[in-house]
């Protein structure tokens, strides 16, 4: 007997990327903006090294920014997807047949995951043609560290998702969770000079510690040097998955 | 025949509305059960708490002899589910859409041939967005029927749609009926729910007001009938008056227009005028439908 979580799961993630990528906007979108953003920005402040934007002397990492901003439009086409869903009663529709709510649920998230590592290796092909010499972080570890940035950052979607009441409205509720949180990420502007409130609302947002694990392994400090932010990605993942399990509506 | 529904006392209230108040009925095995009512008046949210897809405040249900709630898993395998306005994703394809719940379910029927039964066998690689109403709903019927379930829930399935593609479904649920699935379905179309059902329950304010077959409750609530015939002859009235079941005639030129009551009325109004010789050119009949039936318990009709 198959487990419970299995029955359906892989045909419907199979059914899942087959809608996404018939809606050309919102697939090429999430997959190639983040690396024009990339190969735009790489161009005018150098790809892989940090460089002193010259007016805010702050070290800024184009590669680290376009591998957040993958996460991040997982994250929206996430929420976006699934207020879709809610209001049009597919939701609902999904939770009457045999399939469980964390098939239905996690079906979504391995989409969302396949699709920021074709969209991260778009990324590494394109850093090593266009910018050689500065690509030459360990490409496995960087995957990883993207890959647990994203889980954490799409638990955060699916607090948000959960709430929503309509699709046009989680558009802009995620919209202004999204730009914040990349302003206080710590790509921008160093954390530690935050005035303290701003420091603690920065820590438990999880763009904060992805910043900081994959400047890390970027640097090659390596994971025991951010062993914390592992930690604090995976335990706001778990709180984060609480409360929306908690909120969920289905209809 | 054994009741494969039983509900008693169902009570259901989000936050200080009632939804649904007191409702108690039975679902007999190889019927068409309509539950008919205007909107609002608890139809949807009992038939959900029936298939266990809502819990209910207070009150017992029993579907198959499982309980909705407790054996959910069980009873989602032997029960098959339309929603009211439900949808798909859009760029689903009917095949698809077939093909994952068939992936669901332990016993399932062939597809090609569930999709030509509903006729839908052209529309295989159709994305959903793409299909009529009628097309939609007869995929969701489709979707319902795919692990032949032992009852079928159809929640408001021809709202929206044209006479048309109404008349297509009515012949597919009659068919499902035939088949020996039973059918529990609600409706705000007393034309509908007259055409299809075995058995009606009215329900208003989330309670149950009547239930009956549509005969009986055309019967018991509304027995006058109508006769209209036209005819050339002198005094067609005057002869009429008084005899047998006959309470009022009354012409317009040649246009007449005779009422009583009760089953024997017609039958005696054809014999009057066979026996007084009166030459008729036209003749019909004009029976009271359901929706007399709801007016006259209601006091409005059911789209007020």
């Known amino acids: 007997m198959r487990p419970q979580f299995l029955r359906g799961f892989w045909k419907l993630t199979w059914l899942e990327t087959k809608i996404f990528v018939r809606e050309p906007m919102g697939f090429v979108g999430a997959l190639v903006m983040p690396v024009i953003v990339f190969i735009v920005l790489g161009r005018a402040f150098g790809a892989g090294t940090p460089v002193a934007a010259p007016a805010v002397d702050i070290p800024f990492n184009v590669a680290i920014l376009a591998a957040v901003l993958i996460a991040i439009s997982a994250v929206q086409s996430l929420v976006a997807i699934i207020s879709i869903y809610r209001e049009g009663g597919i939701l609902k529709r999904l939770r009457s047949t045999p399939l469980s709510p964390v098939t239905i649920m996690g079906a979504q998230v391995a989409v969302k995951l396949v699709f920021t590592v074709i969209s991260l290796s778009l990324l590494m092909l394109a850093g090593r043609r266009l910018f050689p010499g500065v690509m030459r972080v360990n490409v496995f570890s960087f995957t990883v560290a993207v890959l647990l940035s994203t889980f954490s950052i799409l638990s955060l979607g699916f607090v948000i998702a959960s709430m929503v009441p309509t699709a046009r409205f989680a558009q802009v509720i995620s919209a202004a969770v999204v730009y914040p949180m990349l302003a206080l990420s710590g790509l921008f502007f160093p954390v530690e000079r935050f005035p303290p409130a701003l420091k603690s609302v920065a820590y438990v947002l999880p763009t904060t510690h992805a910043v900081a694990l994959l400047q890390g392994v970027w640097d090659g400090s390596g994971w025991g040097a951010h062993w914390g932010d592992v930690a604090a990605l995976l335990a706001l993942f778990a709180a984060y998955t609480a409360l929306s399990t908690k909120f969920f509506r289905w209809e | ?304």
Not at chain 2, 76 to 101: F, P
Not at chain 2, 147 to 172: M, S, Y
Not at chain 2, 246 to 273: H, L, M
């Open chain 2, 1 to 304: 025949m054994n009741p494969v529904i039983a509900v008693s006392n169902l009570g259901k209230r989000y936050g200080h509305t009632v939804a649904v108040d007191d409702v108690s009925l039975e679902v007999l095995e190889g019927e068409i059960f309509g539950l008919i009512g205007p909107n609002g008046a608890g139809k949807t949210t009992t038939m959900e708490c029936v298939e266990g897809n809502r819990v209910p405040d207070k009150g017992t249900i029993s579907v198959l002899g499982l309980d909705p709630q407790r054996d959910a898993n069980e009873l989602r395998q032997r029960i098959g589910v339309q929603h009211q306005e439900a949808h798909l994703q859009k760029r689903i394809k009917v095949w698809e859409a077939v093909d994952l719940w068939r992936s669901l379910y332990p016993r399932v029927v062939d597809a090609d041939t569930l999709l030509a039964r509903l006729g839908l066998e052209a529309k295989r690689d159709a994305w959903f967005m793409t299909l009529s109403g009628g097309q939609k709903q007869r995929l969701f019927i489709a979707l319902a029927l795919i692990h032949e379930p032992e009852v079928v829930f159809l929640d408001e399935l021809t709202t929206g749609l044209d006479p048309q593609a109404r008349r297509a479904i009515w012949a597919l649920v009659t068919g499902i009926r035939d088949r020996g699935t039973t059918v529990f379905l609600t409706t705000h179309l007393m034309e509908e729910a007259e055409r299809l059902c075995d058995r009606v329950a009215i329900i208003e304010h989330g309670r149950i007001i009547e239930l009956g077959t549509p005969e009986e409750l055309v019967q018991k609530h509304c027995p006058e009938r109508t006769v209209v015939f036209t005819s050339d002859d002198a005094n067609v009235a005057e002869r009429l008056h008084g005899l047998g079941a006959v309470e009022r005639a009354e012409g317009n030129g040649p246009t007449y227009t005779i009422r009583g009551a009760g089953d024997d009325f017609v039958t005696d109004v054809i014999n009057i005028i066979a026996r007084e010789g009166i030459r008729v050119r036209g003749f019909r009949t004009e029976i009271p439908t359901l929706e007399d039936v709801f007016l006259k318990l209601t006091g409005h009709g059911i789209r007020d």
